[in-house]
C-alpha cells in the first residue's frame, strides 16, 4: 500500500548524542516535510524540501539537519546542538502542485 | 509571522450531539485544510477546501471556507465516541515563495461522552 513510513516508533537520545529519524514515502511526492508537535501545540515546520538535493529551513531549524538524496527518502537528524529535543517528529508529503500534505505516524523522542 | 487563531481549544459533549470549531487567521489563505489526529498518531486530511465561499462536507464532517479568506469553520453532526481526537485547521498561503507551506492551528481536543 502506498504511504508514508517513519521510524522508529520511540527514540531515546542520551546527552551529547546525534539521532536520526527515517521517513520514507511511496506516493511519488515530491515534496517533503518535517514538523514538530509539543503538547497543546500545533505543528511547527522545521525543515521542507521540494525537490531532489535541495531543502529549506522552516520556522524552528536550529539544532536539526536533513538531506534529501532520494525522492522517496527524507531523514531528520536531531543533533546535540538541539537542548530541547523531546518532542513528536511527523513527517509528510505531497505532489508539487500544492496537494494537502499527508503525514506518517510518527517519531516520539525522549531524553535518557 | 502568520498565526491561526483556532477555537475551543477543547470541548467535552455527549453522544449525539453537534459540534462547531473555527479557525481565523490574521491574513489571507490561499486554502484550508482540516485534519484530526488520535493519540500516538499522525493527522488525517478531513476535508480541503480551495475557494472562497466553499462548502464541503465529507459523511457527518461540513467544513466552510470563510469569504474573507481569512477564516473557516468546521461542523459535526451526531457525534460518536469514535469523534475523540485532536482537530487541527492549516492554512496554505496564497505567496508563490511558499506555497507549500502550512500554517497550523494549536488544535481542538473533542471528548465525546457515551
Known amino acids: 500500500d502506498g504511504g508514508i513510513t517513519q521510524s522508529p516508533k520511540y527514540l531515546f537520545r542520551k546527552e551529547g548524542q546525534n539521532v536520526t529519524l527515517s521517513c520514507e514515502q511511496n506516493?511519488?511526492?515530491?515534496?517533503m516535510y518535517w514538523y514538530r508537535q509539543d503538547p497543546g501545540q500545533g505543528l511547527r515546520l522545521i525543515y521542507y524540501?521540494?525537490?531532489?538535493?535541495?531543502?529549506q529551513k522552516g520556522d524552528i531549524a536550529e539544532g536539526y539537519s536533513v538531506s534529501r538524496e532520494k525522492k522517496e527518502s527524507f531523514p531528520l537528524t536531531v543533533t546535540s546542538a538541539q537542548k530541547n529535543p523531546t518532542a513528536f517528529y511527523l513527517c509528510?508529503?505531497?505532489?508539487?502542485?500544492?496537494?494537502?500534505?499527508?503525514f506518517g505516524d510518527g517519531t516520539r523522542l525522549s531524553i535518557l | 509571522g502568520q498565526q491561526l487563531n483556532q477555537s475551543p481549544q477543547s470541548m467535552f459533549i455527549q453522544e449525539g450531539e453537534d459540534v462547531s470549531m473555527n479557525c481565523t487567521s490574521s491574513?489571507?489563505?490561499?486554502?484550508w485544510l482540516w485534519y484530526k489526529q488520535d493519540p500516538g498518531e499522525g493527522p488525517v486530511l478531513l476535508i480541503a477546501?480551495?475557494?472562497?465561499?466553499e462548502l464541503t462536507s465529507n459523511g457527518r464532517l461540513t467544513a466552510q471556507f470563510g469569504i474573507t479568506r481569512k477564516d473557516s469553520f468546521l461542523n459535526i453532526s451526531a457525534s460518536i465516541p469514535s469523534d475523540v481526537g485532536i482537530y487541527f485547521c492549516?492554512?496554505?498561503?496564497?505567496?508563490?515563495?511558499?506555497?507549500?507551506?502550512?500554517?497550523f492551528g494549536k488544535g481542538t481536543l473533542l471528548t465525546v461522552n457515551p
Open positions: 509528510a508529503s505531497n505532489t508539487r502542485s500544492s496537494q494537502p500534505q499527508h
Open positions: 506516493l511519488n511526492h515530491d515534496a
Open positions: 524540501s521540494q525537490i531532489v538535493n535541495d531543502f
Open positions: 491574513s489571507i489563505f490561499n486554502t
Open positions: 477546501l480551495y475557494k472562497a465561499g
Open positions: 492549516a492554512g496554505q498561503p496564497r505567496s508563490g515563495g511558499s506555497n507549500y507551506k502550512l500554517t
